[in-house]
């Protein structure tokens, strides 16, 4: 229940720079937990060592959430889940709070960092989505190599479909969607979230993740944030842009808490949200069993699930 959300923050103004990077909403048993949990450290330990480097808080989470893609525990990237037809279609989207320049990419065919696709979009395209074939073409004019689905296809995901399509466990949501949100010691902040999305998910389903205003969003004025769960519940109440709005007067922890209220009052939808407030302040609420995540700043770091 939205009610029993658990919640944390740090840095309030204290510092230069901030981090915090989470490894998706879900219900990860306890003996898989401490990997997702360093999995998010070495994620945060990446970005942070950008920003420490006097990078820019865009290139802080994406070279985060590559990490995230790249640790098979993670439904993201390697290890991502698998569609009705077992194959891998990935979300991904990233944003910058100073220019509100923003891509993203969804229902797309395995590549390694769909994150860095995402960024070239932004960056290298007049337009903020790609989806499917188009995404994977925009993605191999730009030098990025699409890779063989079973490098990224690991037997846990195989499994997972497995079990959805026997219907021995809920069908649909997998969780491990993986996500960072920063702020530089510029002032500047940003977010990204990348995904695989449900496991059994009809071929050509979006989520919120490559969404931005659902699953990422980032504004100097207000805050970053990057959200994790159910996608439908996600897209509907516009989650990641209501929660950075409030944000702005309520603080991070706070508005991280009353957004995932307002989802699961308005759709019974459950999941986590991590913030980055403009002050450099971080917040994370999650209403599921399990969110990996890790913080990082100038002055401290810290992780948890
Ligand atoms: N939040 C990830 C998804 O629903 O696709």
Redesign the pocket.
Known sequence: MAEDAVTASWAHGACAWSILVHGGAGDVSAEHLPRHVEGCERAAAAGAAVLAAGGSALDAVQRAVEVLEDDASFNAGTGACLNEDGAIEL?ASIMDGTTLQAGGVCALAPFKNPIAIARRVMDASSHVLLAGEGAARFALEQGFVRADPSSMITDLARARLAAAQAKQTTEG?AGG?VGAVARDASGRVAAATS?G??VNKRAGRV???PIVGA?TYADDATAACS??????A?IRVCLAKTASDAARTDGAEHAARASLAMMHARTSGT?GVILAARDGSLGLARTTRTMSWAAATDTGRASGA
């Not at 959200?227 to 439908?232: A, I, K, L, S």
């Open positions: 979300d949501w969607t995904t999305g449900m989520g919120d993740s699953g959200t994790t769960g159910h996608g439908e996600m999941g």
